[in-house]
């Protein structure tokens, strides 16, 4: 979940909360949260029992625990549903993952993050970072750098004021100037690479889901390790990425997926 905006008022600091608590993984106790609160302890208890009240938090009077709530399990869905490529992916990474033989990610662009909105794993998985559900950085992901690459100038620089630049692994593109330069190269080929930008010893080539009109809707990428396969080698899969991004593109076509790059139009009182 992206980060609310300053000014969003108690909405944006409700969910503030909640993605405290989802950051934990498991059940977590309130003092815990308020060691990594920036509320004071009144303010965060009082969010914290409305969030339980309205069912976006669940709470386990015997471990003295809180959790994401049913409810919150419950829009999720509908939004996976409704907001996600996945629903029409699925059918076409199922396929692209058992015609190459290696781990397929699905994601989309979640205010300057990569969401992973699914993942097929190869026969033989190997452990990785990404999951369905996790978010990751877009600068140093192949997915990230394939979506990236196709965004407008307004886009793509409001975008880049949200990276951290944070250098994960010595090949982490860790500027914004060379990162700029590595996606006029993307533009030029038609692909990403994963240089073993996020994880040591963990390679991809991404490509990008675009509608007819140029519009980035999420991008996937083929998936694996140096210990198996080299990079030139995993390149030979990018015709069989691509045509399984075309077939994404097309069915998602009837779709109207949320602009998760651009801001949210302002609505005046009446």
Same mark, same amino acid.
């Given at each position: 979940m992206a980060a609310p905006q300053s000014g969003d008022g108690t909405v944006g600091k409700a969910l503030e909360v909640l993605d405290q608590v989802a950051a934990f993984?498991?059940?977590?106790?309130? #003092?815990?949260?308020l060691t990594g609160s920036k509320y004071p302890k009144a303010t965060l208890y009082r969010f914290v029992q409305t969030l339980t009240s309205?069912?976006?938090? #669940?709470? $386990? @009077?015997?471990?003295? *625990?809180?959790? @994401?709530?049913?409810?919150?399990?419950?829009?999720?869905h509908a939004a996976w549903q409704q907001s996600s490529l996945a629903p029409v992916a699925r059918p076409f990474i199922e396929a692209l993952s058992s015609q190459v033989g290696e781990t397929v990610h699905l994601a989309q662009l979640d205010h300057g993050q990569v969401l992973y909105v699914d993942k097929r794993n190869a026969v033989e998985p190997i452990e990785m970072y990404s999951q369905a559900g996790k978010v990751g950085p877009a600068?140093?992901?192949?997915?990230?750098?394939?979506?990236?690459?196709?965004? $407008?100038?307004?886009?793509?620089?409001?975008?880049?004021?949200?990276? #951290?630049?944070?250098?994960?692994? @010595?090949? *982490?593109?860790? *500027?914004?100037?060379?990162?700029? *330069?590595?996606?006029?190269?993307i533009r030029q080929r038609g692909f990403a690479y994963d240089r073993e930008e996020h994880e040591p010893g963990i390679i991809c080539v991404a490509v990008p889901i675009l509608t007819e009109s140029g519009r980035v809707l999420g991008a996937l990428s083929v998936t694996t390790s140096t210990s198996r396969k080299t990079l030139d080698a995993l390149e030979a899969h990018v015709p069989a990425a691509q045509q399984a991004a075309d077939n994404i593109a097309r069915e998602a076509q009837s779709w109207r997926f949320p602009d998760q790059t651009s801001k949210p139009e302002k609505i005046g009182m009446a």
């Amino acid at each position: 979940m992206a980060a609310p905006q300053s000014g969003d008022g108690t909405v944006g600091k409700a969910l503030e909360v909640l993605d405290q608590v989802a950051a934990f993984g498991r059940p977590v106790r309130f #003092s815990e949260l308020l060691t990594g609160s920036k509320y004071p302890k009144a303010t965060l208890y009082r969010f914290v029992q409305t969030l339980t009240s309205q069912g976006m938090l #669940s709470f $386990d @009077p015997e471990r003295q *625990t809180y959790a @994401p709530g049913i409810r919150l399990v419950r829009l999720a869905h509908a939004a996976w549903q409704q907001s996600s490529l996945a629903p029409v992916a699925r059918p076409f990474i199922e396929a692209l993952s058992s015609q190459v033989g290696e781990t397929v990610h699905l994601a989309q662009l979640d205010h300057g993050q990569v969401l992973y909105v699914d993942k097929r794993n190869a026969v033989e998985p190997i452990e990785m970072y990404s999951q369905a559900g996790k978010v990751g950085p877009a600068y140093c992901t192949g997915v990230g750098k394939a979506m990236l690459a196709y965004l $407008d100038e307004p886009a793509l620089s409001r975008v880049l004021a949200q990276q #951290s630049f944070h250098a994960f692994t @010595p090949n *982490t593109l860790n *500027t914004e100037q060379k990162l700029r *330069t590595e996606l006029g190269e993307i533009r030029q080929r038609g692909f990403a690479y994963d240089r073993e930008e996020h994880e040591p010893g963990i390679i991809c080539v991404a490509v990008p889901i675009l509608t007819e009109s140029g519009r980035v809707l999420g991008a996937l990428s083929v998936t694996t390790s140096t210990s198996r396969k080299t990079l030139d080698a995993l390149e030979a899969h990018v015709p069989a990425a691509q045509q399984a991004a075309d077939n994404i593109a097309r069915e998602a076509q009837s779709w109207r997926f949320p602009d998760q790059t651009s801001k949210p139009e302002k609505i005046g009182m009446a």
